[in-house]
């Protein structure tokens, strides 16, 4: 399973930054990707960054212009996003997981509360 941190509490248009920590080898090899599961709602892809800088990243509509996903394959590959100008509508649990996910490697989540 793969762990996500950096959750909490934020005001609107507010920021938070999530890591996850890939402690296997083979991360560095694969798009990786963060997904979000709001109350009541079905899991969702929010942003996807492939494996190599040649490669382009994605976002959801939703997100574009406000998140920002990167990596680093220093050593274990760590996944990042930057969380800006927060939205209410961002409530939710945040996951990582390899693009495509990988149910395997479904983790608890981080729980970001965007609210005043």
């Known amino acids: 399973q793969l762990q996500a941190s950096g959750g909490g509490l934020a005001q609107p248009g507010g920021s938070l930054r999530l890591s996850c920590s890939f402690s296997?080898?083979?991360?560095?090899?694969?798009?990786l990707g963060w997904f979000r599961q709001a109350p009541g709602k079905e899991r969702e892809g929010v942003a996807c960054?492939?494996?190599?800088?040649?490669?382009?990243?994605?976002y959801d509509s939703s997100v574009k212009g406000r998140f920002t996903i990167s990596r680093d394959n220093a050593e274990n590959t760590v996944l990042y996003l930057q969380m800006n100008s927060l939205r209410p509508e961002d409530t939710a649990v945040y996951y990582c997981?390899?693009?495509?996910?990988?149910?395997?490697?479904w983790g608890q989540g981080t729980l970001v509360t965007v609210s005043s």
């Open positions: 997981n390899f693009v495509p996910p990988d149910s395997t490697y």
């Open positions: 296997t080898s083979i991360a560095d090899h694969y798009p």
């Open positions: 960054i492939p494996s190599s800088s040649r490669g382009r990243t994605f």
